[in-house]
Nanobody, 121 residues
């Protein structure tokens, strides 16, 4: 089992910045992809950015140029630096992780509890 704990959410004015972090604990020896999704009220959860254990990144097009994902602490922590925030970015942001199973052809998905980001105009 893997536990994911997010921090860094809060209230910020449009144009401001926030940095989110997510720490993984438990059976972390086979962590692969980690990243961030967001979910606004009444909407589906959507990709923000992910990073593999090898450092390959994937960003949603709408986030490119404003947000940056990074990993540290033996890749058990993932960060999201958010700049030029807009009111439309208001959502709960969820940490995401994949744990490789067996020979590496399958994996389990884990989610954090979420951290709220609110951007005021």
């Amino acid at each position: 089992q893997v536990q994911l704990v997010e921090s860094g959410g809060g209230l910020v004015q449009a144009g401001g910045s926030l940095s989110l972090s997510c720490a993984a604990s438990g059976r972390v020896s086979r962590l692969d992809t980690m990243g961030w999704y967001r979910q606004a009220p009444g909407k589906q959860r959507e990709l923000v950015a992910t990073m593999t254990s090898g450092g390959n990144t994937n960003y949603a097009d709408s986030w490119k140029g404003r947000f940056t994902i990074a990993r540290a602490n033996a890749k058990n922590t993932v960060f999201l630096q958010m700049n030029s925030l807009k009111p439309e970015d208001t959502a709960a942001y969820y940490c995401y992780a994949e744990v490789i199973l067996g020979t590496g052809t399958s994996y389990s998905v884990y989610w954090g509890q979420g951290t709220q980001v609110t951007v005021s105009s």
